[in-house]
Every structure is written in structure tokens, then in C-alpha cells.
């Protein structure tokens, strides 16, 4: 590996006049700083990606692009297309210039001293990087607490993501390639990175309070974010269907015990015993088909993504050197 790599900052920007300005301005320090030491090479840039704002946002990512367009570039989508797709079209653009790029909120949550450790951790030869919140001392007790039970919840149904990880990481250019070849539509970077591979690891930070301007994430969207993090990730609600459709047609068993008691011990009205019972069977019969139909839609769904079955990391001598994907033409 030759010191000094590339790197490309990726910020998502959606109506942040307000910080903007003083997110540039630490980012500036920060990469002289870098450059100065000789940890990244002075082609390294901060990509701010305009989704769709309303404010002057974009206007602001020009002026900065014009007072130092060797350090700053923009790119500007034609509409307000969410974070997570902000956040792709910003690395697929850099991901043939640079050598590694970081993803971070403009928003100044997320602490630009710990880019110092990410490129080291780079340079140690981890191909991802994930920032990890080591507290949420600033979050007020209703985002806390919502947000990390984000995390757990997304656990239990089934979507393994790395704990208090939000998208403050960083990629080799390696990565980046391998990502181009996840298709989907329904974007949730969190869980498609960890199943790149690769060897990755943790830095760990505190974050901060938004310096300016309001969360663009209400509880709202949260939710719809654990969702579609959910349903994108795993067949896990399906498979509760078949489960359930188990339980229930077991409890029927009970449900014909007790109906048989109720009636010779004559405390059942009449037509009682076969209803409840009924009930409960078919009830059970249902849930269970439905979970063997879940299974199938679960199949089709994960064809219809088409992700990558494998990734090889390396080959030795030139065994199938081709099949590395680092440039665009293989794709
Ligand atoms: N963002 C975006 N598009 C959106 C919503 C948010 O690009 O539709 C950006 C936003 O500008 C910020 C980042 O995504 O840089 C995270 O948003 P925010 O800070 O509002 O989320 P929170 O930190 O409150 O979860
Ligand atoms: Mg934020």
C-alpha cells in the first residue's frame, strides 16, 4: 500500500444551510492537519451531496465548491431521494477516484477526530471502519431510548447491525466495488456493509449534538427506517407467521380438551363445544399456510435482490485474478 491513499469525504446534505459552513470549515482544518502528516494525499476531497433541499444548501455547496474547488465538490440530486440513497449516489461517484472514502452527516453529530483513527485503522489493513457511539450523553431520553431500541429490535426480527452504529464509516475503494453489485432499491447500508466482509473494525466516539438546525429523522421515519431495515433484511416476520400457525393449531388441541370437557360436564351451551373448536383449528390451519406461503414469498424476495452469493477476497497466484472486482469494467 502506498501512503499517502485518497480519501473522499461523503456527506448527505438535506436542508443544512445553517451548518454547513462550520461542517466545511472542520472538515478543511482536518484534512490539512492530515495532509500535513502525510496520512492521506492532498487529491483527497469532501463530496457534499444536495438532496433535494429546499434551502440555500446547494447554493452554499457552489460557493464552497469556488473557494477552494481542490478541496470541495458538490453533487446536486434532482430531488429529495432520503439519506441512505444520498449517501450511495455520493460513494458511487467517488469510488473510481478515491482509494477509501468515509460517510458522515453534516450535521456535526459525528466526530471528525475520529477520522484520524479510521485512516489508521484503514492503513492497519481493515477494509471498513465503523464509527461506534460510545454514549449518547447528549440525545435527550426519548431519542435514546428509541434509538436503541432500534438496534435491539432490529436484532430480534432478525437484521444483524452493528450495535449504535449509524453511518459514520469507512470503505475501501474494494468495498465501494463490491457494493456497486448490491442492486436493491430498498437501500439500508447498516445492514448491506457487514455482509460485504472483509476485515473490518470498530472506532468508538462520542456523539454530539446536532450543531444547528433539526433532526431530519422524526420518530416517524425512524420507524419507517427500522421497517424497511427489517423487511430488506430478513424473512424473520414470515417465518413468526409458520411459528405462530404452530402455536395456535397446538392450543386447539386444548381448546377440543376443554370444549369436551365443558360439554359432558353440561356446563357447554348447545353448538358451543363445535364452534370454539373450529375456531381455533382453523384458525391455526390458516396461520400456518400463510406462513408456507411466507416462506416461498420470503425465496422469491431474496432471488429478486440478486446479492451477490460470494465475494473472494483473494486469490493466490493469479487463480481467477479476474474475478476481483476493482474497476467498472467487469460489471
Ligand atoms: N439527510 C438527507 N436526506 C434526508 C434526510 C436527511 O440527506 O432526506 C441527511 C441530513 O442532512 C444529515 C443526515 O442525513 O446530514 C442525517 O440526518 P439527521 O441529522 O437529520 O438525522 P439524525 O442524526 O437526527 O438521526
Ligand atoms: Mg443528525
Redesign the pocket.
Known amino acids: 500500500m502506498e501512503k499517502p491513499e485518497i480519501l473522499y469525504m461523503v456527506?448527505?446534505?438535506?436542508?443544512?444551510e445553517e451548518v454547513l459552513r462550520e461542517t466545511a470549515k472542520r472538515l478543511e482544518e482536518k484534512y490539512r492537519s492530515l495532509i500535513d502528516r502525510m496520512l492521506i494525499s492532498p487529491k483527497s476531497r469532501v463530496v457534499f451531496?444536495n438532496?433535494g433541499s429546499k434551502d440555500s444548501t446547494w447554493e452554499i455547496i457552489q460557493e464552497l465548491h469556488n473557494e477552494s474547488p481542490q478541496l470541495f465538490s458538490g453533487i446536486n440530486l434532482s430531488r429529495?431521494?432520503?439519506?441512505q440513497n444520498?449517501v450511495l449516489a455520493g460513494l458511487m461517484t467517488v469510488r473510481d477516484i478515491c482509494d477509501m472514502a468515509i460517510t458522515m452527516?453534516?450535521?456535526l453529530?459525528d466526530d471528525i477526530n475520529a477520522i484520524d483513527e479510521m485512516v489508521q485503522k484503514y492503513y492497519e489493513g481493515n477494509q471498513v471502519v465503523y464509527g461506534v457511539r460510545s454514549e449518547r450523553k447528549t440525545d435527550t431520553f426519548f431519542k435514546k431510548f428509541t434509538a436503541e431500541g432500534f438496534y435491539k429490535f432490529m436484532k430480534v426480527m432478525g437484521a444483524d447491525v452493528v450495535y449504535n452504529h449509524?453511518d459514520f464509516r469507512l470503505m475501501s475503494k474494494r468495498v465501494l466495488c463490491e457494493l456497486a453489485n448490491y442492486k436493491e432499491v430498498n437501500l439500508f447500508l447498516r445492514g448491506m456493509v457487514p455482509l460485504i466482509g472483509f476485515k473490518s473494525c470498530n472506532v468508538y466516539y462520542e456523539r454530539a449534538e446536532?450543531f444547528a438546525g433539526?433532526?431530519?429523522?422524526p420518530l416517524k421515519k425512524?420507524l419507517a427506517f427500522a421497517i424497511n431495515g427489517i423487511t430488506s433484511f430478513s424473512t424473520k416476520p414470515l417465518k413468526m407467521i409458520t411459528t405462530l400457525g404452530i402455536v395456535t393449531s397446538m392450543l386447539s388441541i386444548l381448546a377440543f380438551i376443554w370444549a369436551f370437557i365443558a360439554k359432558f360436564a353440561g356446563f357447554a351451551e348447545l353448538g358451543w363445544s363445535s364452534t370454539i373448536c373450529s375456531i381455533w383449528l382453523i384458525g391455526g390451519l390458516q396461520l400456518f399456510c400463510l406462513g408456507i406461503i411466507g416462506e416461498y414469498v420470503g425465496k422469491i424476495y431474496a432471488e429478486v435482490k440478486q446479492r451477490p452469493r460470494f465475494i473472494v477476497a483473494d486469490f493466490l497466484n493469479d487463480l481467477g485474478a479476474e474475478f476481483i472486482n476493482t474497476d467498472d469494467s467487469q460489471q
Open positions: 456527506v448527505p446534505c438535506y436542508n443544512e451531496v438532496d429529495n431521494s432520503g439519506h444520498a452527516d453534516a450535521d453529530q449509524a446536532r433539526e433532526s431530519k429523522y425512524m
